[in-house]
């Protein structure tokens, strides 16, 4: 009766073996030989990512749509008319680090076995704005408002794959998500909503104190907070 318990666990510890290794060998079926054209399984995919990457694409695209716009925003005051070089010097830094946000996205979608799509459409002509036409104080709340809009589409995807059921679930993207970009995000928003109310507080004071005088202006306060910008 002894070996009869032992021949059956046997059996059953080989069965599983078989079930367990049976993407293995369907793998290797399909792999060892150079000349196949069926390797549908020999790739990097695996888990959720291949339901999710389409937010992923978005948002690198959205990253570079950014990086162009913020660049606008910089060109439009490194002219001699508005010599804003501050304002120049924080836009350029937005845009430089949109256009690293999106090759780290591209990058990260390779390795997981995806293929970007620069065709994922992610911003209605009905939403884009004259950048060029800004002014200081419009410029930092529009920089604001994208910021914001960055962060909220990184926190639905890292949402999105933290909660998944089942075929959708993929702990690794919200990961990536979590240490890539939600922080940088929340730090981001945080300085330039700073930016914003310092800017609108003293061009608030500066207009009080002069509005009774014909030459009162702003110049003095926006070439002041400009100097301050160079300095970050």
Known sequence: MKWLLVLSSVLVAFSNAQLDDACYSKTVSECQFQDSENLNDCNALFSGFIKNV???????NHQLEKSYEYLLLAANFGTYVKN???????FRALSDKSWSNAITLIKHITKRGGVHDFSVNTTRKADKKPLLGFNEMLALALALDYEKTLAKEAHHIHQKNTHAQHTDYDPEIAHFMEEEFI???????RKLSGYTNDLKKLLKDYSSEYSKKESGDNTLALYLFDEYLAKQ
């Open 84 to 90: 804003r070089p501050g304002f120049e010097k924080q």
């Open 183 to 189: 922080e940088y995000q929340a730090g981001t928003v």
């Open 54 to 60: 389409v937010e992923l694409q978005k948002y690198a």
